[in-house]
């Protein structure tokens, strides 16, 4: 078990550019959550999947942003058009089964928009 | 807005001292789980709490969770450099809906 993972750590992109990040949970947990934190805040969750399906999306989550999970396994998180706002870490958490309280996080992806 | 509240936000304390931190809500959780995270990492999750009036003590650290599973504690005893980081607790509204609310969090700092 090596815990969650998140591709690439660090992204600077310039305003306009679309960004993609991946995540890897832990092997054999069917839940995925992404949360966005910025500086001084606590994360916010944006969305989260249980197995392939997406089951709930934040406000948060404009129509720039997309996510996927397709065989139930990883998920990516894009971007389109970023914006100088979207500047933020990116994080993303997995938990075991659907009712399991505790979610482990990943490293996250520190994106900066120029 | 946030329906979780940390305090104190910031607090700085010599190595050896004891400390709480709080996080309270006018909104009911079925559980409550405390995070510490380091600059530029996730963060790690620490404790679950799920029972009104439940303690866990994890070496020096002691949690709570308020009866009315409202709100919740993190007591240090004998604080160490090693405890240095954001604190941050998170509650789950109940099953089927087990995504987190952060609070703001706490950012301790522990003078050698």
């Known amino acids: 078990d090596t815990g969650v993972s998140q591709n690439p750590r660090h992204k600077i992109t310039k305003r306009g550019q679309n960004v993609t990040f991946r995540c890897d949970p832990i092997?054999?947990?069917?839940?995925l959550y992404w949360y966005r934190q910025t500086l001084g805040q606590g994360p916010e969750f944006l969305t989260y999947f249980q197995n392939e399906a997406q089951l709930e999306k934040s406000r948060l989550l404009s129509d720039r942003f997309s996510a996927e999970r397709p065989k139930g396994s990883f998920s990516t998180l894009e971007i389109q058009r970023t914006e100088q706002g979207d500047s933020a870490m990116y994080l993303c958490a997995s938990s075991p089964r659907a009712g399991s309280y505790e979610q482990y996080f990943g490293p996250g992806t520190r994106l900066t928009v120029t | 807005t946030q329906l979780l509240e940390q305090s104190p936000q910031f607090l700085s304390i010599q190595e050896g001292e004891n400390l709480t931190v709080y996080c309270n809500s006018s909104?009911?959780?079925?559980?409550l789980q405390w995070y510490r995270q380091e600059p530029g990492e996730g963060p790690v999750l620490l404790v679950t709490?799920?029972?009104?009036?439940e303690v866990k003590k994890l070496k020096r650290l002691t949690f709570q969770f308020g009866d009315a599973r409202k709100d919740s504690s993190l007591h240090i005893t004998a604080a160490q450099p090693g405890d240095t980081g954001l604190y941050l607790c998170a509650g789950a509204q109940g099953f089927g809906n087990e995504k987190l609310t952060f609070g703001t969090g706490t950012r301790l700092t522990i003078i050698p």
């Open positions: 709490v799920v029972t009104g009036g």
């Open positions: 092997s054999e947990h069917n839940r």
């Open positions: 909104s009911v959780f079925s559980s």
